[in-house]
């Protein structure tokens, strides 16, 4: 039966995009409730994912092959895979419990703080399916696929607030996004060339010569390095790696509210996991170890830098808070991708490519929750007082108390303030940096968290220790925590603005908040999940399977 | 002596209570009173827990809390390092420090907020308890990153002390302490944090069990870490050039200046140099290494600039933070000596006294200092020493303890700073250092310099018919005419009247918050002289005597609330007695524990 799981929890939200238009013919409003039926149902097919993948002694790895496997490897490991294979392993696992858990989540703020309408409900469906599958699909055309999934869908999701900037944005998203999808194709089309397959177990498995018919590893082959860089730069693009980085800003800062909050936590987050299973298990540590290609590792690590520290820099110069974060997230995927390429460069040991897995794997989810929230607290201030600017934030603190701990405490853990979730990351990543003695690497990494205070204190100082800002009165009179009740609520709708503030997005934020500490202390839980993956990059091998 | 740990609750008890203050202490945010009790309850019953713990630590039992204590989780915090709080000899030194000297500020800080009538108070005394938890944590912490642990949430729970009022003063003095803070912690002790742990292995950031490790990584890593983790916990320590958070940040209230910025915090920084010389690298390896010595360098020329510059700040906050960054010095000289000692092979016991004596002997006196600053401020608004002249009439209890913990500064015998003092000074020639032991006589020359004229001027002098005070009037070097000189603050300038403020300007830069000051002071005999960078404008008060002179106030006690007088008292008591009978007072056999463990 868990065999199906990986199946189902990609089928179920796109089938289920389909209710919110198809019983829309009868009902309005009904999106919402069918987003939250599917997304309940699909939480729980997550769950169950996660119980079998993790129930075990070790992490077992659930593998699906759509269509059913009627030729092909059939067990044996020496012929090649025809067909899509679904894989559901330790590193997918974790990712598709974020996904379910966000999505769901998110609708708490989305109830409120819109956008309303069917069609809304129907691309957000829509973008968790083609999340679940990015995750964890096992074939790297068939990410291609996912990848413009995901990619077309919050395109349009970006611009369902049917304004100018935010069509412009999605717009730019749209250019920006399919040319690096386009090159990650590239990539993968010079990798099929070589090695004739598409499946990522396989590829690897040629790349390292493994099949008879191929003779002797690959690694020294200029069209897998070069596939490796045109993949490279797909995958930065959408992960928003400076410099190609532009288009996130725009997209977080002009879609709605609550669309912001899903693509911060999840779309770039599922570009860094792509480059992440690709250069661990696909290239693997081996593929780096060869000649000079290490070269183009410490290339994206340099790109990776400048993204820490330009990012950081940009974002505190931002006065609107959502460009700020978008910033702040081109910041803080430099560091993952750091992490990534410290934990296959041949200068580290093992204990350096253990620490950076584990670094990459706590910080994406950290970032995942902790951006979410912060973008969750950044739309429910907006909602509740109509602030959008850092200089409307002052004095915000003595009327929004619980919006602005939460905006504190998960501002701190992005700085990396212990005991969050944040600082777990940061230290993996940090002292993983630390054992291959790549020293401006590891200097970039420490300064990070200076970096990141530049522009968090500057915000807290604004919430807490300064009085509303004179000649600009506030855009809503001070009024109780809770929503601001404007009458009649369910059915009309509010359009984005001052006075839609929901107790859902409060709790959305503050449990962010909460859990964001709570994780803080779950170090232990989260390296044993982390562990097979660790092991699998360790040992250079293409499945991350049951480790020790 | 027979080492065992028994696992116990009471080291997280002992962190956790002030935490839980701070919820109820928010909650009854709209009754003052019920408010102020839970902060006197919460330092009582944190003073209560770790001095339970007093007798078995004095025995040699080590109390040990860790995550994994707790049903269903494990103890592993990150990878290979526990999260653990273990209450051992030096760490109890520190925490049981700060709790007794809390349960005196508590009650202090109420005098102080209410007499001044101070807005924000719920935030004052909430973020006060957290910044409590944090420094017994980090005086618990068993290894390197629960300290680092305690440490950030230190730096995060007194930013919104220092930012307290809200000006721009105030905003930029809290944003300038994040900056320090978090260089120091997040970064500096953070690398040397993760160098430690990737130098050892299996990899630990335990306390004690770190130094053989070190012994045989690369001397050049091992240096490396040691000066990421000195110049971290320095940075909160105060040492140069790293110190210049501490002047700015007094403009927070002053029990925050007396409490965190004197005892808490900056002691912090000064125990986690403690830790890092004592149980991370251990003295023998300091000396190896040659780190103590550059430490210990550092320390002296800190102890003396900053005297110096004490000695020309006219704000006695100011001039106060200046001698706490000169005193710590004191303990990171102790501690830094321990290196070379420890290769000349006699004195490192007598050095390691004297630095950690210093820990607590210098608490008790500065906090008195620092009270005693506040109550003027709160009873006359009188900031500035040039303002103080015959104060000694109108407050002679308050004027009398400060008088006495000055002299405890100075090193004169029977105050507590003589002990410390004697002890560093005797390390010092027996580890051939007697380089460091002069430098400790002139900087108690220094501290004479800086202090009396206050005590002079209070009680000797009256504010008509007061000297000139040319060290704080004129420019740095004197003026062409040669009227001043430094080191004689009693020598009488011709042409008494200051100075324009705008030629001074560029020479004095420690002045410079203090240019407003100048342009008025001739206007001072007038009696109300409006300082111009004044953090205080909305209360519209007046720093100086009233129009007739101060007026006179009994021994009695007239001089103000005794809820602020009370604590004064107490503590410089406590000062003398850690003086005259140091080894009843319970700290010195504290330390003697900690030496025996650490070098024997």
Known sequence: MSELLPALLIVLPIVGATLPLGVGLLRENVGWSIAALVLSVEAGLAAWLAAAVYGGEGAARIVHVLGGETFGRRGATENFVVGIELVADAFSGLMVLLVAGVALAVLAFARRGGPRGNAFYSGYLLLTGGLMGLFLTGDLFNLFVFLEIVGLTTYGLVASDRDAESAVAALKYLVIGTTGASLYLLGVGYLFLRTGALNMVDVSRSLAGEPEWIDGALYGDPLVLAAFGFIAVGLMTKAAIYPLHTWQPDAYAAAPDAVTVYISALVSTGGAYAFARVTWTVFTSEFFAVGQNARILELVIVLACLSVVLGSGLAAMQRRLKRLFAYSSVSQFGLIVIGVCVAVHPAGGTQATRLAVYGVVIHLLGHGLVKGGLFATVGALAHGTGARRVREYAGLAKRRPFLSGSLAVLGLAIVGVPPTIGFLGKWYLAVGALNTRLWPVIFVVFASTLLTLLYVARLLEKLYFDGPAEGAAPAAGPEPEGPGAPGGADGAVITDGAGSLSYGMIALAVSAAVLTVLLGFAGSALTDAAQPIAQAVIEAAPEVSAGG | ?600
């Open chain 2, 1 to 600: 002596m027979v080492e065992h740990v028994v696992d116990s609750w009471r080291p997280l008890a002992a962190v956790l209570i002030s935490a839980v203050a701070i919820a109820l202490i928010v909650a009854s945010h709209r009754r003052p009173n019920v408010r102020e009790a839970w902060s006197v309850l919460a330092s009582v019953g944190k003073f209560a827990i770790v001095a339970s713990m007093l007798p078995g630590v004095l025995d040699g039992t080590e109390y040990r809390w860790s995550l994994g204590m707790v049903p269903g989780l494990d103890s592993e915090f990150v990878f290979g390092v526990e999260f653990a709080l273990r209450a051992d000899a030096l760490g109890m030194l520190f925490a049981l420090l700060a709790s007794f000297l809390w349960i005196f500020t508590a009650f202090y800080s109420a005098g102080y907020m209410r007499g001044l009538d101070e807005p924000n108070q719920t935030r004052f005394f909430a973020s006060f308890a957290a910044s409590l938890s944090a420094a017994i944590g980090i005086a618990f912490a068993e290894n390197l990153v629960t300290i680092f642990v305690f440490y950030e949430l230190l730096s995060v729970a007194t930013y919104p002390l220092v930012a307290h009022d809200e000006t721009n003063e105030a905003r930029a003095a809290g944003r300038k302490y994040l900056a320090y803070t978090f260089f120091g912690g997040g970064f500096l002790v953070l690398a040397g944090t993760a160098l430690v742990f990737v130098l050892t292995e299996p990899s630990t950031t335990t306390f004690g069990a770190t130094a053989a490790d070190l012994a045989e990584a690369d001397p050049a890593l091992a240096r490396a870490a040691f000066g990421l983790l000195a110049a971290g916990f320095g940075v909160k320590a105060g040492l140069m050039p790293l110190h210049s958070w501490l002047p700015d940040a007094m403009v927070a209230p002053t029990p925050v200046s007396g409490l965190l910025h004197a005892v808490a915090v900056v002691k912090s920084g000064a125990f986690g140099v403690a830790r890092v010389v004592l149980e991370v690298f251990e003295p023998d390896l300091v000396g190896d290494l040659g780190v103590g010595l550059a430490l210990a360098a550092v320390a002296a020329f800190t102890l003396t600039a900053a005297s110096i510059i004490a000695l020309r700040a006219d704000r006695l906050k100011r001039r106060l933070a200046f001698s706490t960054v000169s005193q710590l010095s004191y303990i990171v000289l102790g501690l830094g000596l321990a290196g070379p000692a420890a290769v000349a092979g006699s004195g490192t016991k007598t050095v390691i006294i004297g630095g950690l004596l210093h820990i607590p002997a210098h608490a008790f006196m500065k906090l008195t200092l620092f009270f005693c600053a506040g109550f003027i401020h709160v009873e006359t608004h009188t900031d500035y020493i040039s303002e103080m002249d015959g104060i000694g009439k109108r407050m002679p209890l308050t004027m009398a303890a400060f008088a006495v913990a000055a002299a405890g500064m100075a090193g004169i015998p029977l105050v507590a700073g003589f002990v410390s003092k004697w002890f560093m000074l005797i390390g010092a020639v027996e580890a051939n250092q007697a380089i460091f032991a002069v430098v400790l006589l002139i900087s108690g020359v220094l501290n004479i310099a800086y202090f009396w004229p206050i005590v002079y001027g209070a009680f000797f002098e009256s504010h008509d018919d007061a000297d000139s005070k040319p060290l704080v009037e004129f420019p740095l070097g004197g003026r062409a005419s040669g009227g001043a000189s430094a080191g004689e603050p009693e020598a009488v300038a011709d042409g008494g009247a200051a100075d324009d403020a705008h030629d001074d300007d560029a020479a004095a830069t420690d002045e410079h918050q203090e240019g407003g000051h100048h342009d008025t002071a001739d206007h001072e005999h007038a009696g109300h002289a409006v300082h111009s960078d004044d953090q205080h404008e909305d209360h519209d008060h007046h720093g100086g005597p009233p129009p007739g002179g101060w007026e006179r106030a009994g021994w009695t006690g007239a001089e103000g609330s005794w809820l602020m007088l009370g604590p004064i008292l107490a503590i410089v008591a406590g000062a003398v007695v850690l003086g005259v009978v140091p080894y009843q007072a319970v700290f010195l056999e504290l330390i003697e524990v900690i030496a025996g463990g650490g070098v024997g």
